[in-house]
């Protein structure tokens, strides 16, 4: 688990902003649970996965596309197994982002 340095942990949206920006390939992995203590992103390009939980962070990289793609389906199984509505992934309108995810075959996860 690595800290990102630099932030004032007071709430998610400082990620959304800068470290986890669509503009450095970051897209928001939407859950029901999300708000100010709490958000997930995925970046598909480098493999990474950042979430962010009531100030706790947590920064995982990928060896593998298929690592990846399965840490995100298991993400959304585990949202509907506690009753949760699916999870989605905003790419922020970027059509690179969105094309990476496509070709990842995570399309049916994608706000289109």
Partial sequence: ?????????????KFDLDACHYA???????????????????????????RYCEGN??????DTKDEFVKYLQNLDQGEQECG?????IDCMCMDNIK????????KSMLHL
């Fill in 1 to 13: 688990m690595n800290r990102f340095d630099g932030f004032d942990l007071a709430d998610r949206y």
């Fill in 99 to 106: 094309q990476e995810f496509i070709s990842l075959g995570l």
């Fill in 24 to 50: 450095k390939g970051w897209a928001q992995v939407d859950t029901q649970q999300d708000d100010d203590d709490y958000g997930t992103w995925a970046n598909p390009f480098k493999l990474h996965v950042f």
């Fill in 57 to 62: 962070t947590t920064f995982i990289t990928f």
């Fill in 84 to 88: 949760h509505s699916d999870v989605h």
